[in-house]
């Protein structure tokens, strides 16, 4: 079924002058040069969309003719192409003159044959019908694509020229093969060209579309296909097509590849050597890190010891990293009797050579924790330690320079000294007395255990209601 948006394409049978044209000889006007010819008359007007393979013509005397193709435009004519013989004695009569393909003028519906003789007159008419034509005498050079105002010559009546265009379908536009695919970041910018389709073969005015539509665009006039949104990572199938005016179409498929490449590690050597007696925080090597994608990336060490730390300076889009030996304190002992409330246990250095502005951050357990940690690193007792049950504490330092944060650095807070207290090992709930015992009698002997041995105990007793208090003698040793 045609499509109906585009006229129809000539076939070898379609013509454009009259249908008798090589007899239509028998007015010939001598003696006229640089005459321009465009025929207005229907038979001489393209009533199909291809190409001129041959024109036919009587040619009276030699000389030199461009055989021409005009299309009515809002200002005037313009010039589609045209076709430059040299007519000698030996040719005269009836010509026939074939066209090699690539000399072929395309034409379109409403299109009108024309010629120009720079030398005289070389093509007769008949006087007869109701065909039009315009002369231009002195006509000027028009290059083709250019446009003339045919309204300045001569319009003539009644006249059928012995001229005669014939038409073929011709070919319709050819791109070249596509590759495979293209391949570009996820990131590429919006508007970027991703391909741009070259053509073989040409044949008028062409467009060009694409589908699907969205994340890719295409110059109708050019061919150009453009980033027209932000790709996702996979892979994107294209179909391209151009169309000329007669409706004759090529269309070829496009893959593009939408990649994220992975970042890159520069400067890490495969091993390196560590002494023993390494210093803690010291810089055992620097390499750097970087997205060609742009995406934004984190970079990790994995040590099983977990006594190396990484370290990190963003510089433009490269991160710079430096790997040092890990800052740990392992463990301090305190006395829980001797430390008093507020007092420094422990001070965890930090530094940055990148920043001088850290922040710091800690956690402690087991909760309720005794100590606190200060933005400076200060570890203080916030308790009473002799009270303390636990023996130990582990308190995790963390330090962030805005860019990364380093950490945990952990110490372990071991408390000696701890007092634990004295237990009662037989004092009853009730204790019958009887009212019959004299003064002095013994009631009853408390027995205490402290597995502090070196610690002194004492005792005291409450006595309620109050007022029995004068009836019962206590002492330090309990009784």
């Not at 025929?39 to 024109?55: A, F, H, K, R, S």
């Not at 105002?149 to 006249?159: H, K, P």
């Not at 005016?245 to 590849?257: H, I, N, P």
Request: charged share 15%.
């Amino acid at each position: 079924m045609s499509d109906l948006r585009f006229a129809a394409v000539c076939t070898t049978a379609d013509y454009a002058g009259h249908e008798k044209a090589l007899t239509k000889k028998d007015t010939f006007d001598g003696g006229n040069f640089d005459r321009g010819h465009v025929m207005l008359d229907t038979l001489y007007t393209v009533q199909c969309c291809g190409e001129v393979q041959q024109w036919e013509l009587y040619v009276e005397q030699a000389g030199r003719v461009q055989l021409q193709i005009w299309r009515g435009t809002a200002s005037g004519y313009q010039l589609v192409g045209q076709n430059n013989f040299t007519l000698t004695s030996a040719g005269l009569k009836e010509q026939y003159l074939p066209i090699i393909p690539e000399q072929r003028i395309q034409v379109q519906t409403n299109d009108v044959i024309g010629w120009v003789t720079p030398d005289d007159e070389v093509i007769p008419y008949k006087k007869e019908g109701s065909g039009s034509l315009i002369i231009q005498e002195n006509m000027a050079d028009v290059s083709v694509g250019g446009v003339f105002d045919w309204s300045t010559g001569t319009l003539i009546n009644r006249r059928y020229y012995a001229i005669k265009a014939i038409l073929a379908p011709g070919n319709g536009p050819q791109m070249t093969t596509f590759p495979a695919s293209v391949t570009f970041s996820h990131t590429t910018p919006i508007g970027t060209i991703v391909y741009t389709p070259a053509l073989s073969s040409v044949s008028d005015t062409v467009t060009f579309s694409i589908s699907p539509t969205g994340v890719f665009g295409i110059d109708s006039a050019t061919g150009a296909i453009t980033l027209s949104s932000v790709m996702a990572v996979g892979t994107y199938n294209l179909s391209v097509s151009v169309t000329d005016s007669c409706g004759r179409s090529d269309t070829q498929s496009l893959q593009v590849l939408s990649t994220n490449d992975a970042p890159k590690i520069n400067g890490l050597p495969f091993s390196a050597n560590l002494h023993e007696n390494t210093l803690l925080e010291t810089s055992l090597h620097t390499f750097t890190s970087s997205d060609d994608d742009g995406d934004a990336f984190t970079c990790t060490i994995e040590n099983a010891a977990n006594i190396f730390i990484l370290k990190s300076n963003l510089s433009g889009s490269v991160i710079v990293f430096e790997i040092f030996s890990k800052s740990d304190p392992g463990s301090i002992t305190i006395s829980a009797k001797s430390t008093l409330i507020g007092t420094a246990v422990y001070v965890v250095q930090f530094t940055d050579p990148d920043s001088p502005v850290l922040s710091t951050s800690s956690n402690c357990f087991p909760l309720p924790c005794p100590f606190s940690v200060g933005l400076d690193g200060t570890i203080t007792s916030t308790a009473d330690l002799r009270a303390e049950t636990t023996v130990s504490y582990s308190i995790q330092f963390y330090v962030n320079d805005s860019q990364i944060s380093t950490g945990p650095a952990a110490l372990t807070v071991l408390l000696s000294d701890l007092n634990t207290a004295p237990v009662f090992q037989n004092l009853p709930h009730t204790l019958t007395v009887s009212e019959h015992l004299s003064l002095t009698s013994l009631i009853y002997q408390i027995s205490i255990y402290d597995p502090d041995v070196s610690d002194s105990l004492s005792t005291t007793f409450t006595v309620q209601p109050s007022s029995g208090s004068l009836l019962f003698n206590t002492n330090s040793t309990g009784t």
